[in-house]
């Protein structure tokens, strides 16, 4: 009887990754309540992936929907040669992406959202992550075109890259077709790639007015997004905001909230400056009496918390975490929230 029982659980187990695998994300996070979700990076080149694990271990208990794997382009830097001269090579410091995906989706049978990204790649790299990805029946994505390299004044592709996500979005809608770069075809995937694209409640930074903003934003709806996740914010009403202005330009699609808490002092000028966001000025006047990271810590889950509720309270979707270097707020945000 045991070993029967236990039989049926290995089925249903096998059924159920089966299942998980094909969901689409849009599925996941239409239940009713508000699905919990958070991003990771991959590990640092030489490192292993115990504390990828870690940090998953420490927010399984809230049901986390999928997770999401950042993808980080290569960069130039210079290096002394023997003879005292520079050599300049290409450095990729996170790379491993679609390998730490499959792991994860392996290990804790979760739904994993690699990112896909135009900076740094080229068309034919893009290629065979995507076939690579399909071989792995990994079948959601986060389309983006991602950061400007750090020796780079403005953003740049590849000379065979792509220059908007826009553009990568219509590469990964040709291999859906069953077509490859060379247009060469091959056999339509059956489960074809699912993916969602980025929203700024603030304006991208490369965007003349928020207008235009809007206008990319229905082109990449229009171009086979089934969701848009934002930008980190600290202000609810932008979110708000932002997502009556895309209702409003017929844009349906789920509008998946992405926020952060703050757990560095230096993070009240650092993050408006990288992400091109503002932080409220309650919220800077709380963190400018903070004396310690681990001060900036308490107000910061503070804040976040606040958001959290407020955004739950309101129905969205989900609510998507950045948990760069902040797991341990993240689950204590969680923990009032879930």
């Known amino acids: 009887m045991k070993a029967s029982f236990t039989k049926k659980n290995r089925i249903f187990a096998a059924f159920f990754f089966l299942h998980i695998k094909k969901m689409k ?8 309540n508000t699905a919990f979700s958070f991003e990771i990076l991959p590990p640092l080149k030489g490192s292993n992936i115990q504390k990828v694990f870690k940090d998953i271990d420490a927010l399984r208990e809230f049901n986390p929907q999928y997770i999401n794997i950042t993808t980080h382009r290569s960069e130039m830097v210079f290096r002394t040669l023997p003879n005292g001269l520079f050599e300049q090579t290409s450095v990729r410091h996170r790379p491993g992406t679609v390998a730490i ?3 994860i989706q392996n290990k804790y049978k979760i739904p994993v959202v690699p990112h896909i990204i135009c900076s740094g790649f080229t068309k034919s790299e893009t290629e065979y992550a995507l076939i690579d990805l399909h071989f792995l029946e990994i079948d959601n994505l986060l389309v983006l075109r991602g950061d400007k390299a750090k020796h780079e004044n403005a953003y740049k ?8 996500a826009i553009d990568l979005q219509k590469q990964i809608n040709d291999f859906n077709a069953g077509r490859f ?5 091959f056999e339509k995937p059956a ?7 980025a929203g700024y409640p603030e304006k991208h930074e490369g965007a003349p007015n928020f207008d235009s903003d809007i206008f990319w934003l229905k082109e990449k709806v229009k171009a086979g997004a089934d969701y848009i996740v934002t930008q980190m914010f600290f202000d609810n009403a932008k979110y708000f905001s932002f997502v009556e202005r895309c209702r409003a330009e017929g844009i349906t699609i789920p509008i998946i909230p992405g926020i952060k808490p703050i757990n560095l002092l230096n993070q009240l000028n650092v993050l408006p400056k990288i992400f091109h966001i503002d932080i409220p000025e309650d919220f800077a006047r709380e963190l400018r009496k903070c004396k310690s990271n681990e001060d900036a810590t308490v107000v910061g889950v503070e804040w976040c918390l606040a958001q959290a509720k407020e955004l739950k309270e309101r129905g969205v979707p989900s609510i998507h975490f950045y948990s760069l270097a902040a797991v341990e707020s993240v689950r204590k945000v969680a923990e009032g929230v879930y």
């Open 101 to 103: 995906a499959a792991a």
């Open 25 to 32: 994300i849009t599925n996941l996070i239409q239940k009713g």
């Open 191 to 197: 489960n074809p790639f699912s993916y969602g694209v």
């Open 157 to 164: 592709s590849q000379p065979d890259g792509h220059n908007h």
């Open 181 to 185: 770069l060379d247009g060469s075809e």
